[in-house]
């Protein structure tokens, strides 16, 4: 954070902040929800998913399952999708939330109601004034996710409609026991690999001499009908944790930083 002096005569401030950690710590929230899923994906397919299972300690008490663990693996992959998506979205929404607090205490003037005499303390004073307004961001129960989208003019169409279907889909899967009362139309983005533009399904893949090897990432839309139980696969997740960390979450970025000027400071009469 840096704080200038607006005026030799006057005791008012502005500060500008670095807001480049919040985006960082973002992204290594949406890294950790997606290797906690790879690492189910592993264990699940290599087996040790059930074996590891028992015998863990939770403090004083071991978990032991009954007759053994097998039976919980067959559903992992599905609860450890839905659990790293949940994860995604709720860091997503927390870092909007920052965002728009920020937004907030730049149009406004923040107050200060105390003889402040160091810099340090001036500037633990801001921090604590920002914290204060993300919370009251985070517990406004009317700033719907939407409305907290369209505190960001400019988002691509691309962007916006990808981010309120996954808020759709999270809404859904939190409030409607999974199953949607509508169609839900979700955006991602495969990954797919394609040598002289014939689609590779899996690797290794068989190249000769003078083939075109091409890496696309194709936008498509996963339809979750209404009515029908939502499964979420792990592909699905990934893709929309890539779009969040690679595109999304840097646009609205972006646009913040673009848009807000340093927040005035002023003492208190």
Aim: aromatic letters at 8%; proline letters at 4%; one cysteine or more.
């Amino acid at each position: 954070m840096a704080i200038s002096q607006n005026s030799n005569t006057t005791p008012s401030l502005s500060a500008a902040a670095d807001l480049t950690p919040w985006l960082c710590e973002l992204n290594a929230q949406l890294d950790g929800a997606l290797a906690d899923l790879a690492h189910t994906i592993h264990s699940v397919h290599s087996g040790t998913y059930a074996r590891d299972a028992n015998g863990q300690s939770f403090g004083l008490v071991q978990a032991n399952f009954v007759p053994d663990a097998t039976h919980l693996a067959t559903r992992a992959l599905e609860r450890a999708a839905v659990t790293c998506f949940r994860s995604a979205i709720a860091s997503f929404i927390s870092f909007l939330d920052r965002l728009i607090a920020f937004q907030d205490l730049a149009n406004e003037k923040v107050i200060v109601d105390h003889d402040i005499t160091k810099l340090d303390d001036l500037y633990s004073y801001l921090n604590s004034q920002v914290n204060r307004r993300i919370g009251i961001v985070a517990g406004d129960t009317s700033l719907s996710n939407r409305k907290k989208i369209a505190r960001f003019p400019g988002l691509s169409e691309v962007s916006k409609r990808a981010v309120l279907s996954y808020f759709a889909l999270r809404r859904c899967i939190e409030h409607h026991q999974s199953v949607p009362q509508d169609d839900i139309h979700v955006s991602v983005w495969a990954h797919k690999l394609f040598i002289d533009d014939v689609e590779v399904p899996q690797l290794p893949a068989r190249c000769t001499e003078g083939q075109r090897v091409e890496y696309r990432i194709i936008g498509e839309e996963r339809i979750f009908l209404k009515g029908s139980k939502i499964t979420l696969d792990s592909q699905d997740v990934h893709s929309i944790i890539v779009a969040l960390r690679g595109s999304i979450a840097p646009e609205i970025f972006n646009l913040h930083a673009a848009r807000f000027q340093p927040i005035p400071i002023q003492s208190h009469p």
